[in-house]
């Protein structure tokens, strides 16, 4: 791995493992030694960035130099940890960890009593009951989406019935219960909403519908906004 790259990846675990974080914690995280480890660590001091700690105390980064600082209101603050609580609650796995991943870029950016605030927030968000894991990897909808490439679908009506079908996905719409993807169905040439949890199979292809999707997408909530 590239040295700028390893010592980006370290930021990022400072930034997102509650501190103090062992040197054994930070190098199995970022897949390092421990001679490797305490090198970087030197290294992200000398470039500026305030890491408390030693080896066997454990490390804690107070001042991140790759991040501007930002201000927040104090209901800005609680929004934010509400909203991306309500990730890491509800989304995928892969969401869940993004959402955590932001939270502690951000809380990173801040001033020092702003930071005790977004730690302390008084709201909280946990969810008893979680939607179901839909059959299929919501990753691959999304990339395909980012990279605007078609997905072969296979795809179980209300009746049960099972067809095939080409579509350009648009876009993921999460629901009280379930989640809807917002796509052109090749098979109707028609916009289409199909729910994650009755989707079978997924398979990317290599047909780029690029650059249809943003359009397409307005076009589609025009439709959904008339009814």
């Known amino acids: 791995m590239p040295r700028a790259d390893r010592l980006f990846r370290l930021l990022s675990t400072l930034r997102g493992l509650p501190a103090p ?6 190098a199995a995280e970022t897949g390092v030694s421990l001679r490797t480890l305490y090198r ?3 290294a992200l001091r ?6 408390d700690g030693a080896a066997g105390f454990g490390y804690t980064l107070t001042e991140d130099p790759a991040l501007p600082p930002q201000s927040f209101t104090r209901l800005e603050l609680e929004a934010l940890v509400l909203g991306l609580g309500e990730v890491r609650q509800s989304g995928d796995a892969a969401l869940a960890k993004a959402a955590q991943a932001a939270l502690a870029k951000i809380i990173a950016t801040l001033p020092e009593r702003q930071q005790r605030q977004a730690l302390h927030a008084v709201s909280q968000v946990y969810r008893f009951q979680r939607r179901p894991a839909p059959p299929v990897d919501p990753a691959i909808l999304r990339d395909a989406a980012w990279e605007e490439r078609a997905l072969d ?6 009746a049960g019935t099972i067809t095939a079908r080409r579509i350009y996905p648009l876009s993921i719409v999460v629901l009280d219960r379930s989640e809807m993807l917002l796509a052109w169905c090749c098979l109707r040439q028609d916009f289409r909403k199909f729910l994650l949890e009755r989707m079978r199979t997924v398979a990317a292809t290599e047909e780029s519908f690029r650059p249809r ?3 397409l997408l307005r076009e589609h909530l025009r439709r959904l906004g008339g009814g």
């Open 21 to 26: 974080v062992t040197a054994a914690r930070l």
């Open 40 to 42: 970087d660590i030197a």
């Open 46 to 51: 000398a470039g500026g960035a305030l890491i």
């Open 153 to 158: 679908l296979s795809y179980a009506d209300a």
């Open 213 to 215: 999707r943003v359009p």
